[in-house]
């Protein structure tokens, strides 16, 4: 059976319609709640750095990476390396939270990349999913503290497991969804376009930075002192909304006055995505909790907290995972975190993170559809408006979710593969391999140039 399916594979131009046997069996096999496949409906045959291929021997430029997983992109060869040397090595590839000569390499080297180098936190490894992360990060602050409520932002994105969601600002999957974890206070996130005070600029930021002081230091605020503060440093599902300096310092020094723990989900925005190693570097802090997934595994499942040791209340099992002791996952995330620290590759990212913002950025004066442009390093978001519409009094144009939806499809068809996010899905979002060429962006721009064209999309000026 599995040489009958390698086979069929292989032969990627023996059928025209490959793609659509595949995707029509998957529907048969997997639940509903699939949902890539919806959006992006390809099989894929091979993968190699930035570019995906498809069972009819289609070629794409992977601006998606595994929603930021594969921070070395597909198949690099140091990562096929590390999982064929842990294979040959004769180590268990499954160890519970048993230490071996591999994890205690991996926990070494990550802990010295964390504030201070490490030397106030420990580790905690948990389920290999961000989302189970985020739930004993919960837990852990609310046992540390005695205090049940957790302050969360509006657009913020932690996961889809009960607590999870709980915190997360999409509404669409709490729907019918009862009983969340209670005692969840959400306040507003800063948003560069779209300020959620309707005040905009610098003086919406601190507005949004004395909202949240007074409302922790009201005595009349109705809302009882949290036993966490958890958040973003970069917004990713919800917008990529990057948090202003000022304010997360603000909120670091309010919730360090009030004996509060700061959880930075770093889930996404981690490992030199943003241009920083942490998102949360940009405003110099340290957070009491960092979650971390995605490329702190290289490509494979693993999720680690770095918790102050301050704060480290467990009792010996107390939040456990079967999986929390994937070797394959610690050797190619030891890989994927050598080669970021010692190729520098956050100043690279940060130099082409913010050429790229200024070739979008032209871009939208001759297609005002492109609303605005904002981000981080390559964790890059591109708000699609409508610029027939009236614009606010702010001067931002109503969002266009069904031209993002649109955008999406055309950039696909022309060979790009982006994700969507923002509220009602009206931003594009860049998040590649951090190892793209600038040749590569080039083809990007070209490919997004393209499909904005074949949506119906014209330049200004031209009739």
């Not at 889809?160 to 999957?173: F, I, K, Q, Y």
């Not at 920083?276 to 802090?285: R, S, V």
Request: with cysteine; glycine share 10%.
């Amino acid at each position: 059976m599995t040489d009958k399916v390698r086979i069929d594979t292989s032969d990627v131009n023996s059928h025209s319609k490959k793609n659509e046997t595949y995707l029509a069996r998957q529907a048969e096999f997997e639940s509903n709640v699939r949902s890539y496949p919806r959006k992006l409906p390809l099989a894929i045959a091979k993968a190699e750095g930035v570019w995906i291929t498809d069972v009819e021997n289609n070629q794409y430029l992977d601006c998606l990476a595994g929603a930021g997983t594969l921070a070395l992109g597909h198949n690099h060869p140091d990562i096929l390396q590390s999982i064929q040397n842990v294979i040959t090595s004769g180590l268990p590839l499954h160890t519970l939270d048993l230490t071996t000569p591999l994890k205690d390499e991996f926990s070494a080297y990550l802990l010295s990349l964390l504030p201070g180098r490490g030397k106030e936190y420990c580790l905690q490894f948990c389920g290999p999913s961000g989302a189970d992360a985020v739930e004993a990060a919960l837990k852990l602050a609310k046992k540390h503290t005695g205090r049940s409520g957790i302050i969360s932002f509006s657009g913020g994105y932690h996961g889809m497991t009960h607590g999870a969601l709980a915190v997360t600002g999409n509404l669409s999957p709490k729907a019918a969804i009862n009983g969340l974890m209670p005692e969840v206070q959400f306040m507003p996130y800063p948003h560069q376009y779209r300020c959620p005070l309707g005040i905009g600029g610098e003086a919406g930021v601190r507005a949004l930075t004395t909202y949240f002081d007074n409302l922790i230091n009201d005595v009349e605020s109705g809302v009882r002192k949290p036993a966490a503060v958890i958040l973003e440093a970069v917004q990713g599902e919800g917008g990529v909304n990057p948090a202003p300096v000022e304010w997360l310092q603000r909120i670091r020094q309010v919730t360090q006055e009030h004996g509060i723990l700061l959880i930075i989900d770093e889930v996404q925005a981690g490992f030199a995505r943003t241009g920083k190693l942490f998102a949360f570097e940009h405003a110099g802090i340290e957070p009491d909790i960092i979650v971390m997934s995605k490329a702190v595994g290289g490509g494979l499942p693993l999720a680690v907290l770095g918790i102050k040791k301050t704060f480290d209340a467990w009792e010996p099992g107390h939040h456990t995972g079967t999986f929390r002791g994937n070797q394959l996952a610690m050797a190619t995330g030891l890989t994927t975190l050598q080669y970021l620290h010692d190729h520098q590759v956050a100043d690279k990212v940060a130099a082409q993170g913010e050429w790229l913002k200024s070739r979008l950025t032209e871009l939208q004066k001759r297609y005002p559809v492109i609303g605005h442009v904002r981000g981080l390093g390559l964790m890059i978001g591109i708000e699609i408006v409508n610029p027939d519409a009236a614009p606010d009094h702010l001067g931002c144009y109503p969002a266009d979710g069904e031209l993002s939806a649109l955008l999406q499809k055309k950039c696909f068809e022309a060979g790009l593969i982006l994700e969507r996010g923002g509220r009602n899905g009206c931003v594009l979002r860049l998040l590649p391999s951090l190892l793209i060429s600038n040749d590569e962006l080039e083809i990007f721009l070209d490919k997004f140039e393209h499909a904005l064209l074949t949506a119906g999309v014209k330049p200004v000026g031209v009739e």
